[in-house]
T-cell receptor, first 113, second 115 residues
Framework: GDSVTQMEGPVTLSEEAFLTINCTYT??????LFWYVQYPGEGLQLLLK?????DKGSNKGFEATYRKETTSFHLEKGSVQVSDSAVYFC????????????FGSGTRLQVQP | EAEVAQSPRYKITEKSQAVAFWCDPI?????LYWYRQILGQGPELLVQ????????DSQLPKDRFSAERLKGVDSTLKIQPAELGDSAMYLC?????????????FGPGTRLTVT
């Protein structure tokens, strides 16, 4: 079945540091890929998405590129802020199937001033 | 901006009691999902509706969990009886049916604590 693997956290960075959170996936079809962010005590917010190979999703300074050859969708940001501290989830949706999201286990990011 | 509504936000119940959660999706979203998120893990699908019909409930523990979406709009998830292992965040999400990239929009969740 489909699966998503994320790097384990927590990831601790100083403000203005460069961020990378690794995500790889396994899927039988041609999935859409997503990054969601969850702030403490809240639901998940869609951060960015990509629907086909080589697509780059971007939002709020975050970027991720759909790499079919390496089955990866790594999240990057050039300069993190304290307000970026949250848990980040990589997810996929198989558009040929039932479309429910399959999530990774999440990566906690802590940004220190 | 339209949002998914859920209530209650927090629920504390004793083991063996019944508990119910409510979700109102974004207007016009035909597909509704219930996910369970155990602390420190990613959400996992419990049940998926297309309008009022169940599309997938393969991961729903049907001996104690039930879900309905009678008029194809809002939905209720029930647990009876609750067990200690049911303590988790219950998330509702909605999406436009069979269009777009498959993105889903989540509500704030209901945090359930079973004592």
């Amino acid at each position: 079945g489909d699966s998503v693997t994320q790097m384990e956290g927590p990831v601790t960075l100083s403000e203005e540091a460069f961020l990378t959170i690794n995500c790889t996936y396994t899927a039988t079809g041609y999935p859409s890929l997503f990054w969601y962010v969850q702030y403490p005590g809240e639901g998940l917010q869609l951060l960015l998405k990509a629907t086909k190979a080589d697509d780059k999703g971007s939002n709020k300074g975050f970027e991720a590129t759909y790499r079919k050859e390496t089955t990866s969708f790594h999240l990057e940001k050039g300069s993190v802020q304290v307000s970026d501290s949250a848990v980040y989830f990589c997810a996929l949706s198989d558009l040929t199937g039932r479309r429910a999201l399959t999530f990774g286990s999440g990566t906690r990011l802590q940004v220190q001033p | 901006e339209a949002e998914v509504a859920q209530s209650p936000r927090y629920k504390i119940t004793e083991k063996s009691q019944a508990v119910a959660f409510w979700c109102d999706p974004i207007s016009g979203h035909a597909t509704l999902y219930w996910y369970r998120q155990i602390l420190g893990q990613g959400p996992e699908l419990l049940v998926q509706f297309q309008d009022e019909s169940v599309v997938d409930d393969s991961q729903l523990p049907k001996d104690r969990f039930s879900a309905e979406r009678l008029k194809g709009v809002d939905s209720t998830l029930k647990i009876q009886p609750a067990e200690l292992g049911d303590s988790a965040m219950y998330l509702c999400a909605s999406s436009l049916a069979w269009t777009g990239a498959g993105e889903q929009y989540f509500g704030p969740g209901t945090r359930l604590t079973v004592t």
